[in-house]
């Protein structure tokens, strides 16, 4: 009992993962078959990719609502703007810098204007939703035009075997590990999300490294948005108004990074995204309704927020959970 007591929720995460790989295993004939565990991780990867960069945002005690449908919306315009005869290339770095420009005004609202990040970030992924579909394109779903073929490679194609998104997911996951251990931007961050107050007492330049984690926050989830598009030939802006934005959150928190800020690791969205795989390939397998697996996720989503408001109080005043 004292063993299981030092576990700490990445920990136990991993090994429910385990657990899940194991039950599923016996009950699931060809789930441990090597075809269908890359396809388990190359369908999570996208969420993987997108963890990180929500994983950032809310170590420095932030969080992105808008992530989701900046990156619908940024790389539908890249395709339609390839489509009416913009070189790839220049349509490609258009969308990007579009991407990081809206993720540059999310962050001075929030940093400069002193917005709570999670109304100015509802609130501008909605605002970009409208104006994408108003004045950037008027369909919900933008086809890969026929001079962008070769990019079905980066979504479909494989490197020694190993799916491409498999590959860009780690690539993506040691950049953030590497920022966050050795560049003086990460310890940054780290630090105005433990406590900002004490981070800009000691020298902290914090509005500038709170804008700094909305704009990798975008730069990342447009790589997203480039894999997703990948994988399906299109972008369908639809999936700006689904449940998706939760299920990166559902990742986070899972995995162990506290939403107070300040806590937590890249290898957490690892953990998180393994557990999620796990899970949503089983229910595939099993076939229960879609429907169903939202109101498992959301039960999953509710507890690991209650289990992190135990673990990782926000203050020293909610800390004292013995009070009435």
Known sequence: MRALGRLNQEQI?????????????????????????????RSVSILGILGVAMGLVVIGRGIDLSL????????????????????????????????VVVGTITGVLIAYVEIPAIFATLAMGTLIYGFGRYLLFSLDVIYLPNNARYLLWLGQGSVFGIPVPILVFAVVCLGGYLFLR?????????????NLQAARITGVPVRP??????????????????????????????????????DVILVVVLGGIGLSGGKGRIRNVVV??????????GMTIMDIQYTVQNVIKGIILLTAIVIDTILNPRDEQTAQQGDI
């Not at 194991?22 to 396809?39: I, K, M, Q």
């Not at 998180?272 to 390939?281: A, D, E, M, Y």
Request: proline letters at 2%.
């Open 13 to 41: 995460v991993f090994g429910l993962a385990i657990l899940l790989c194991a039950v599923f295993a016996v009950a699931l004939p060809g789930f441990l078959a090597v075809s269908n565990l890359l396809n388990l991780v």
């Open 68 to 99: 989701v449908a900046l990156m619908a919306i940024s790389v539908a315009w890249t395709l339609q703007m390839a489509a009416n005869g913009m070189p790839l290339p220049l349509a490609v770095a258009v969308g990007m810098a579009f991407s």
């Open 182 to 194: 050795y560049t003086k931007a990460g310890r940054y961050l780290r630090a105005v999300g433990d």
């Open 209 to 246: 490294i709170i804008v700094m984690q909305y704009m990798l926050s975008s730069l990342i989830g447009f790589v997203a948005g480039m894999i997703t598009m990948a994988s399906v030939a299109s972008m369908n802006t639809r999936i700006a108004n689904s449940t998706y934005v939760y």
């Open 272 to 281: 998180g995204t393994l557990l999620i795989g796990v899970l949503l390939n």
